[in-house]
């Protein structure tokens, strides 16, 4: 029995390393037919990839790089925030979004208001959900650390130092565990979504019945907040909201 346990181990074990290298050699494949300008064929790669569940930045990052040399804008801005979904730091996905958003007809803009919200926008972007669930649980271990160190070594003597450095640590892992919560709520979040179609009227209400609220264009970035029947109610960037159809957008997570 514990032969039978080692040979299926060992057998596991080697059908996964299997799929890691036909993987990888798909997406090496993928990368070359890239580079010879065949981006057609290279997205019937880098979407047999999806579809054999592997999901990484990079990969969205190579999709909607095929689809910005075909011009094809919404698919390409759609891929580049899937990219920075499972990793916002991911400086090259950011920059390409930034210049596709820019030739959109809307013209968006994909900022943050004010030196407070720019500032946090930073910090959300390069604290992905790995790094700051790490620096997260060094802040606590450190926290737990400095407890006992001030209960061993200051008993009977001045603890405004040790105190401080505490409440130093404290703040910082406290600002650390919601920027984890609101990346892992954020990578959860089914609202994000970008309009696929040329162009799509939003309307008062779920019909076109209803009278126009707005048009826009392909590249928008919506935020999904109703459904009914075929009909979304969306949100724009600048806040202005509509009903639009189900089949003009695709959701950022599917």
Known sequence: MKRLFIIAILFTITALSAIALSDNALFIRANDL?????????????????ERGVKNANLYYNIGNCHFRKNRLGPAILNFKRALRIDSSHKQANNNLKFALSLTKDKQEDASDGFIGSIWARLFSFFNI??????????????????????????????????????????????????????????????????????AIG??????????????????????????????????????????PNDTYLKVNP
């Open 34 to 50: 890239y580079a010879e300008k065949e981006f057609d064929k290279a997205l019937d790669n880098y979407n047999e990839l999806i």
């Open 130 to 199: 790995n790094r700051a669930s790490m620096l997260s649980l060094i802040l606590f271990l450190s926290i737990i650390g400095m407890i006992i160190f001030i209960l061993l070594k200051f008993r009977n003597r001045e603890k405004s130092v040790p105190v401080f450095i505490l409440t130093i640590l404290i703040f910082i892992f406290t600002l650390s565990f919601i920027i984890t919560v609101s990346r892992i709520n954020s990578y959860n979040s089914h609202k994000p979504a970008v309009l696929m179609s040329d162009s």
């Open 203 to 244: 309307h008062s209400g779920p019909g076109e019945d209803f009278s126009r609220v707005f048009t826009i264009h392909e590249g928008m970035n919506l935020t999904l907040e109703e459904f009914q029947n075929d009909w979304a109610l969306v949100k724009l960037p600048n806040g202005l909201g509509g009903w639009i």
